[in-house]
């Protein structure tokens, strides 16, 4: 295809509909003869995300180029089988930043700098920049934020002027909304999405297509109304369906002739092609075994936070058709690690902090002794080696310093090479590593290879001064970078599963290829039943 098309998704009404998951799905639908790029932009002054708190944005999806980005790239990435890349995420900080720079080097001759076209120009330079550097057949690109926030305004702005600069047959706009059913009414209800997309015909953008979130699926009255309404053709009113599982998604948007749809707004063709899809989900519905696995955090109460450890239990859930029940365990406050009991498994996931370690580290004490399936991702790992050198290496009161920098024995310590950085965004040791895998033990097993690459986000390590008291004592590092230095794996092969991670392999699992390290564990958590 010599032209590339774009696919404009926005959201109205209020967030958290699934925008993200409504343009991946989308993309998955179309993806099997057209490369296509995902583009988010948010409207927050933020560079990235890296410097939140879970609790404020969800969690922090690392690329492999080290970009810290949007979660909904998790999606992308998992719906598509894509390697996205940090300059696909375009924070209005990002645009700012590039303005100023322009402006300080002279790029403007003088002129005074505006909104209107010196920062929309910013932002379509930027797809247009993006879709000719990856020969894009296809750009789709999501609106963060809700139609009539003042964050989005900018983009939305730019994306009316696309449509003058790349032709209306070349883009299609996409908005999603809800659609209520009232308790007492039993009735859809289309005013919400009558005035989400008054507001986006206000900002001059007429939307082709309109996804309606609701719990049902549509009626043909509401189709109807909404298509009177709103100036959209009757089959161009999508559901988007409430499901159990989002990997449901692209195949309600098939029954609904989504793909159909743009196939004929656009002039392209790309037929889905969801029959082993079909199957995975068809394993998460009918499930034929369960277990119930531990998550131990301090933002359990954000099920975001930990969205893509969720996604890769979901994966594996879909290749063993086993259902796995969650319990979060919040260890701030955590008097008795007797929770476990009753549990198959339990994972403890990334962080940072003092608050809740003491509550992970009994946690992992209670799993290593009790013999209960344990996987620990980064922080976890971490935590797991000070417990294993207090409780087994004697070292009392062995801790990191982190939230210890007085501990007799620092156990985990900073990165040579970050100590020295003030600065917070973007400068953890971020992205894809190399890890060598020590030959016959059980994390060489599971990959089966003895050299990986995972992503990774963080600024302590295993102190190199105490791997020799920690190995002489059995844990076993079972993976390190290519100099030794930094400890990768750790695992206990005299226990059912006892295995941690400095990389977080939650982000690179997908649908159709589960982390190898979330499959040993589920399969592990299965047999101890």
């Known amino acids: 295809m010599s032209t590339t098309k774009y696919i404009i998704v926005s959201g109205g009404v ?121 020969s894009a057949d296809l750009v789709i690109v999501e609106i963060g934020g809700t139609v009539g926030d003042i964050e989005n305004e900018l983009f939305l702005e730019a994306m009316r002027q696309m449509k003058e600069d790349v032709g209306r047959e070349n883009i299609v706009y996409v908005h999603l909304t809800y659609v209520p ?11 919400p999405t009558q005035q989400s997309v008054n507001l986006l015909k206000q900002r001059g953008i007429f939307p082709d297509i309109i996804i309606g979130r ?16 709103c100036d959209v053709s009757p089959e161009a009113v999508i559901t988007g369906l409430d499901v ?14 989504l793909a159909e749809i743009i196939h004929k707004k656009l002039n392209i063709y790309s037929p889905p092609d969801l029959r082993k899809w079909k199957e995975l989900v068809d394993n998460i519905r009918n499930p034929k075994s369960e277990i119930i696995v531990a998550i131990c955090g301090k933002y359990t109460k954000l099920g975001d ?53 003491e509550g992970k580290i009994e946690i992992i004490r209670r799993a290593r002794e009790k013999d209960i399936p344990f996987l620990g991702l980064c922080f976890g790992l971490q935590l797991a080696v000070v417990e294993y050198a207090r409780n087994v290496c004697h070292l009392n009161g062995a801790n990191s310093t982190e939230f210890d920098p007085d501990t ?8 040579p090479e970050q100590k020295d950085i003030k600065e917070k965004g973007g400068t953890m040791r971020l992205g894809a590593y190399e890890a060598i895998l020590r030959k016959g033990t059980m994390v060489s097993r599971l990959y089966n290879s003895d050299v990986i690459s995972e992503r990774h986000r963080h600024r302590y390590e295993v102190n190199p001064e105490y791997h020799k008291i920690l190995t002489d004592n059995g844990l076993v590092f079972s993976g390190t970078s290519r100099d030794g230095r930094l400890v990768e794996f750790i695992e206990l092969p005299e226990l059912k599963y006892f295995v941690a991670t400095q990389a977080h392999p939650e982000l690179k699992s997908r649908m159709e290829e589960p982390s190898c390290l979330f499959y040993g564990f589920v399969q592990a958590s299965l047999r101890s039943r």
């Open 214 to 229: 609701c719990s049902e699926f549509l009626t043909k009255e509401i189709r109807s109304k909404i298509s009177n309404f």
């Open 305 to 357: 936070s930990y969205a893509s450890i969720i996604e890769s239990l979901n994966h594996c859930s879909a290749h063993l058709g086993c259902k796995i029940h969650l319990r979060w365990i919040e260890t701030t406050d955590l008097e008795d690690a007797s929770v476990l009991d009753g549990m198959d498994g339990v994972i403890v996931p990334g962080g940072f902090g003092s608050r809740g370690t």
């Open 181 to 191: 059913i009232p308790h007492g009414v039993n009735e859809q209800k289309s005013k």
């Open 14 to 134: 209020l967030s958290g509909l699934g925008k993200g998951i409504a343009a991946a799905s989308i993309g998955h639908l179309l993806s099997s003869r057209l490369k296509i790029i995902p583009i988010k932009c948010d409207g927050y002054l933020n560079v990235d995300p890296g410097t939140m708190n879970p609790f404020e944005h969800g969690e922090v999806f690392v690329l492999d180029d080290g970009g810290e980005v949007d979660m909904d790239f998790g999606h992308y990435e998992r719906f598509l089988g894509i390697r996205c890349q940090s300059k696909w995420n375009l924070t209005m900080g990002k645009v700012f930043n590039m303005v100023r720079e322009k402006e300080r080097r002279g790029d403007y001759l003088g002129k005074t700098v505006q909104y209107i076209p010196h920062v929309t120009d910013i932002i379509k330079d930027h797809i247009y920049e993006i879709a000719k550097e990856e």
């Open 244 to 257: 159990d599982d989002i990997y449901e998604i692209p195949i309600v948007f098939e029954k609904e002739g």
């Open 408 to 415: 007799s024995f620092p156990v985990i310590d900073i990165l």
